[in-house]
């Protein structure tokens, strides 16, 4: 089982099917939506989900560990991109190119929406001695750093990859090959 925490002991538990679908609809949708730093630290951070790199139920992350930034403007950008990927992945976007249905993956979404609005990054770190977790490496729990920012495109599959961890994206490690110009599983 993977986990994803909020805050108030909120959390998210999936299988690890569930966790690859989930990932890969998030994938699309941030894919579609970065602009700025951190929008494409966070791209990264999900392409570390990837349990066919990172192994089996070995992923997840809490939104406490994440560094959401300096300033109230700063956290409250990045809060809002963040509930924008999920309401564009629970549109379905670009779930036509999937080569399978991901059926259980709303209700998670939704899950997850609702762990995401209640979160208050202001409060993040409470108790760590910390406002805000301090910018971290990949791998080690938090965002990952503005150097480890997921900048490259997959042409394949049309989405974020997963450079400077590992060539490819979730879909190219998943041996998925393009077809009709999208990811397919």
Do not use: I
Request: proline share 5%; net charge negative; glycine share 12%.
């Amino acid at each position: 089982m993977n986990t994803f925490r909020g805050g108030d002991g909120r959390y998210l538990e999936m299988t690890n099917s569930g966790t690859a679908v989930f990932v890969d609809v998030l994938v699309l949708a941030v894919s579609a939506l970065a602009r700025e730093p951190w929008d494409f630290r966070f791209a990264a951070l999900l392409t570390l989900q990837d349990q066919n790199v990172m192994g089996r139920g070995a992923v997840g992350f809490a939104l406490a560990e994440l560094d959401w930034g300096d300033t109230p403007r700063e956290r409250a950008a990045a809060k809002d991109f963040l509930l924008r990927v999920l309401d564009l992945a629970l549109s379905r976007h670009r779930w036509e190119e999937l080569t399978y249905e991901p059926a259980r993956t709303e209700g998670d979404l939704c899950t997850y929406r609702a762990m995401v609005e209640a979160f208050d990054p202001e409060t993040a770190g409470a108790g760590t001695g910390a406002r805000t977790p301090v910018r971290t490496a990949a791998g080690s729990g938090g965002l990952p750093g503005p150097d480890e920012a997921a900048t490259a495109s997959c042409a394949a599959h049309r989405v974020l990859d997963a450079l400077p961890f590992w060539a490819g994206c979730v879909f190219c490690t998943g041996g998925v090959g393009a077809t009709g110009g999208g990811p397919a599983r």
